[in-house]
């Protein structure tokens, strides 16, 4: 139990362009979803709290308008990058909240060209 | 300010002995910790928790002990395998908010 998945598993896009990421429950359903980045050997940065059927609360640094964070169910998060860079490249994972605990997805490399 | 820190970048073990993972936190609030396995281009996956309740939990080779006035948390895996060969990260969050601060991770290399 306590599966999450993440779609798509890696991207390259052009710079400019926007890019979506799912991130899915798939047997539970989560109010509270997380969206995390990674940059190499370095730990993982949370970016955003996504709360289902309200607004994502963004940690400082965050920007808001370039992360947009969408939770219009239990079982689903999207994170869109909008008019991506090269400096945006990285490891971005999500987790959901079940009980206690965070379970993670699986990750989504995003390359900018 | 890092808030939760590994100090060792990375370990090596002898298959079939104890590897013991450490981490390090400042704010003596956090009541909640956890422990996670990563591997390359993976998620992390959950290991084992503890509350600030206790001072050890244990789930089958993985023993987490807290040690709240050294604001210490270690994990032990007895006996290692080489299956464990992966990053670990240390977690602690503020219980009811679910928001983790994670540690940098420690490399574990388990040698056949």
Known sequence: GAVVSQHPSRVICKSGTSVKIECRSLDFQATTMFWYRQFPKQSLMLMATSNEGSKATYEQGVEKDKFLINHASLTLSTLTVTSAHPEDSSFYICSAQHQETQYFGPGTRLLVL | ?112
């Open chain 2, 1 to 112: 300010d890092q808030q939760v820190k590994q100090n060792s970048p990375s370990l090596s073990v002898q298959e079939g002995r104890i590897s013991i993972l450490n981490c390090d936190y400042t704010n003596s609030m956090f009541d909640y910790f956890l422990w996670y396995k990563k591997y390359p281009a993976e998620g992390p996956t959950f290991l084992i928790s503890i509350s600030s309740i206790k001072d050890k939990n244990e789930d089958g080779r993985f023993t987490v002990f807290l040690n709240k006035s050294a604001k210490h948390l270690s994990l032990h895996i007895v006996p290692s395998q080489p299956g464990d060969s992966a990053v670990y990260f240390c977690a602690a969050a503020f219980s009811g908010t679910y928001k983790y601060i994670f540690g940098t991770g420690t490399r574990l290399k388990v040698l056949a």
